[in-house]
């Protein structure tokens, strides 16, 4: 990493621990300028509060029209394209699929029974887009876990970038962002040992973001990914690592590569990658910047 342990901001925030370090130092100024654009971005984007615009989406009778802050029409219009090149299988409108298998508000982890045989919402008939900008008839629950948490690293970035800093490192819970000359090396956690690695990889003025069903999994076969196609979670795939230019795509590609072959989702991306198989076996794109070890 760029700095000393010391000198790292930590917090907690969106579900997991951010941990960001920069040459020169991040001062007190930096530091609240970082909070504040994580706090803004989880006020606005998360589920699990009350408060934030998606929840507001979710409790408008007759749906609305939603302005959403600038930034997040880039986001958007990445959801379009993952919508796309998964055939609909990442749909950020399975909010409501994963509160129903209990990955909810409250965190029950208790699935409840599905009603009836209603197809769910989904993201290209449901919602009208206009930039930032969201129009639908009906309460909808929006999940920007795959690749939210990826686009909060990048507007952190873009704020350290605002004040001059041009070698900083963001690690939000494993989604990594880089900038500067020196690379870093980063493990590839093994899912199913959290002690050991499969692989390293190296990056530089790139993101690393990773995927795995452990993460979140509450029982048998229960876990966050969620083919919205069909309304439960994937199976075959335990684990992803994607090296991109921006943590958005990285983070959105991670996800995707458990719902779509990497072919398929080169035509609409660039970036490289490792995908860890249920039965063990591994795959990694030709250019990938690291090594597996088995």
Known sequence: MLATAAAALRFEATGTMWEIESEPPIDATLAAAIRTEVKRFEATFSRFRTDSLVAELAAAPNGGRFDFPTHAAELFALYDALHVATDGRLDPLVGGVLERLGYDRTYTLAPKPAQGSETGPTWSVD???????????????????????????????????????????????????????????????????AGRVIGVAEIANAALCASACNRR?????????????????????????????????????????????????AEHFSFEFVRLLDDGRAEMSAEFPGTLFH
């Open 127 to 193: 919602v009208t887009r206009s930039g930032a900008t969201l129009t639908t008839t009906r309460p909808l629950t929006l999940d920007l876990g795959a690749a939210g948490k990826g686009a909060a690293v990048d507007l952190v970035i873009d704020v350290s970038a605002a004040v001059g800093r041009t070698q900083v490192v963001v690690d939000a819970g494993g989604d990594i962002r880089h900038t500067g000359p020196r690379p870093i090396r980063i493990g590839l956690e093994d899912p199913r040992d």
């Open 217 to 265: 999994a509450w029982g048998a076969g229960l876990h966050h990914i969620v083919d919205g196609r069909i309304g439960a979670p994937v199976r075959g795939i335990a684990a992803t690592w994607v090296v991109a230019k921006t943590a958005a795509v990285a983070d959105g590609v991670a996800t995707a590569l458990f719902l779509a072959s990497p072919e398929r989702l």
